[in-house]
């Protein structure tokens, strides 16, 4: 895998996040950087994967994909989450603007 900012890795199959999630957060958004991840602020809380669904809801949203191209692949019940985004080459204008778009969330 190449790396291409900390928090985002690629190769020819996908695109994989390192996300640190803020459950029970105000509002949804991306925050910037923790560390070498992308911080994430969710209003939902860290029960019974409310919270993981919607880190898959708000990127969706922001990356403007359909939920099920996205799986949160480790840390299911840790703030500190891999998130993959499938079939990286169909997203609109390929995988370089889907990281372009990426890149831009902070």
Known sequence: ?????????????DVQLTLYVQP?????????YYGDAL??????????????KMCIKLMAKLLSLP???LEIISG?????KRM???EPDTY????????????SLC
């Open 1 to 13: 895998m190449d790396t291409t900012a900390s928090f985002l890795k690629t190769d020819t199959k």
């Open 24 to 32: 029970k957060a105000s509002k949804n958004a991306v925050a910037g």
């Open 39 to 52: 911080k994430v602020r969710l209003t939902a809380p860290p029960v019974d994967g409310a919270a993981n």
């Open 67 to 69: 939920p099920s191209r």
């Open 76 to 80: 299911h019940t840790s703030r500190s």
């Open 84 to 86: 993959r985004i499938l």
């Open 92 to 103: 609109p204008g390929g995988k370089t603007a889907l990281i372009e778009r990426i890149c």
